[in-house]
């Protein structure tokens, strides 16, 4: 039997994609900017000569790069009130979960991108006198920044992707409206193959940005 496509449905539920979308592109821009911070203190603090502040950070990167995404935020939103007696919206426990694990990676990314900037140049800001802070950031983050840009794009790419998980606590991004739309209309086929289409759009640019930007600094050297 011939399947009939029919992509009408889509422009038919146009406003639910858009509106899945902008959940999307919430839930990634509030973890990514959340998770870009607290990765950058937690590449900086992993690193501390002192050992009750880089140890700690350390375990915090093993055990979220170590358990799964959907584990993370189905024990945030459900251990954590129990444990803690504080309870959080779905929206606030995905950004939770999301920001956390990307600091996680997002801390290792840095922390290679600090780690590979010439010792030379720290023994020659102390020489002058410069703080540790100063030499953080006058000197080794702004040039470490500009090295983890290929590998910081791979990793917003996949928390694009992450978002997907949302759709367990009924948070109302992309997944979570085809779902609902497939339950509706009965058309995964259409519905499931415009999802991927719109994450690749979403998706391979980001690639491609990440690819250039590493050929660029490879042609520098």
């Not at 129990?82 to 426990?93: E, K, P, V």
């Not at 600091?103 to 023994?123: C, L, N, P, T, V």
């Not at 948070?171 to 739309?181: G, I």
């Not at 999802?195 to 391979?204: D, E, H, N």
């Amino acid at each position: 039997m011939t399947y009939a496509w029919n992509f009408g449905v889509i422009y038919q539920y146009q406003a639910v994609f858009l509106r899945g979308a902008l959940v999307t592109a919430e839930l990634t821009i509030y973890s990514l900017v959340i998770g870009s911070l607290l990765g950058l203190f937690v590449a900086v603090a992993r690193d501390s000569s002192k050992w009750f502040i880089s140890a700690p950070t350390a375990l915090f990167v093993e055990a979220f790069r170590s358990t799964p995404a959907l584990v993370q935020l189905v024990w945030i939103y459900y251990c954590l009130p129990i444990l803690t007696g504080i309870t959080l919206s779905t929206m606030t426990t995905v950004v939770v979960a999301f920001a956390l694990h990307t600091a996680a990676y997002m801390g290792e990314i840095f922390r290679a991108g600090i780690r590979s900037i010439d010792k030379g140049q720290y023994h020659a800001a102390m020489s002058i006198g410069m703080t540790d802070v100063q030499l953080m950031r006058r000197i080794i983050v702004p040039q470490a920044l500009r090295r983890v840009i290929p590998p910081y794009m791979n990793e917003v790419a996949n928390l694009v992707k992450l978002t997907t998980l949302a759709s367990v606590l009924a948070v109302q991004e992309l997944q979570y409206q085809a779902s609902n739309l497939i339950a509706q209309t009965f058309r995964p086929l259409e519905i499931l193959t415009f999802l991927a289409v719109m994450f690749a759009a979403l998706i391979y640019p980001m690639t491609l940005l990440a690819r250039y930007v590493e050929a660029r600094y490879e042609r520098r050297k």
